[in-house]
Each structure stands twice: as structure tokens, then as C-alpha cells.
Nanobody
Framework: VQVVESGGGSVEPGGSLKLSCAVF????????MSWYRQAPGQQREFVAR???????YYSDSVKGRFTISRDNAEKRSDLQMNDLKPEDAAIYYC??????????????WGQGTQVTVYS
């Protein structure tokens, strides 16, 4: 299974970016799809998650500005990021939980995509 992020880039404060996460090589259902981020010198932190039933969860720091969505048929998740702030700058990682036979949960991470917010 391969998880691939795309859509990172550089933007001014107040700008918007849309990140995408695609899952390749999975033959089973995808349970949750999440986004995490890691800034230099910081620990990786949770940003947003969407479950198989489309329930969504956000960190307080991005609530109201970021929106996570998914396409179950395409095994893809998008993260729409609006009103970006300098503190949002980080490498963003997609995390996927694959359910095999509804019993075993396998976790996969992408390689990350860079988001830079400059003024």
C-alpha cells in the first residue's frame, strides 16, 4: 500500500491551499484518513481526521479554517486549508488506516508535502 500526498506549496498569510492524499495498492476498505503536520524542531501533531462514516475531527488550532473530505470510491482525502497562518507552516503527512477482513487494522503514512506560509 502506498500513500501519496500532493498539493503543498508556498502561500502568503490569509491564503489557501488544498492538499490531497491518495491510496494506491489497497484491496480492502479504508477506515480513517487523517492529516498530521510537523514543523521544524516540533513533534508531529494531529490536524484532522475523517472516518469511514464521514465523521470529522479537527485540532483546535485549525477548526473553522481547515476542512477535510474524502472520496471512498477513489480512496482519497482532501484537506482544504483557508486563512493560512505562519504557524501552519510544516510538512503535512497523510495517515491511513486500512481494515483487512474487518479485523486487522494496518496503518500507513505518506512521505509528506511541504506547506510554507510567508509574509
Amino acid at each position: 500500500v502506498q500513500v501519496v500526498e500532493s498539493g503543498g506549496g508556498s502561500v502568503e498569510p490569509g491564503g489557501s491551499l488544498k492538499l490531497s492524499c491518495a491510496v494506491f495498492g489497497s484491496s480492502f476498505s479504508i477506515n480513517s484518513m487523517s492529516w498530521y503536520r510537523q514543523a521544524p524542531g516540533q513533534q508531529r501533531e494531529f490536524v484532522a481526521r475523517i472516518d469511514s462514516g464521514d465523521s470529522t475531527y479537527y485540532s483546535d488550532s485549525v477548526k473553522g479554517r481547515f476542512t477535510i473530505s474524502r472520496d471512498n470510491a477513489e480512496k482519497r482525502s482532501d484537506l482544504q486549508m483557508n486563512d493560512l497562518k505562519p504557524e501552519d507552516a510544516a510538512i503535512y503527512y497523510c495517515h491511513v488506516v486500512e481494515m483487512v477482513l474487518a479485523i486487522h487494522a494496518y496503518h500507513y503514512w505518506g512521505q509528506g508535502t511541504q506547506v510554507t506560509v510567508y509574509s
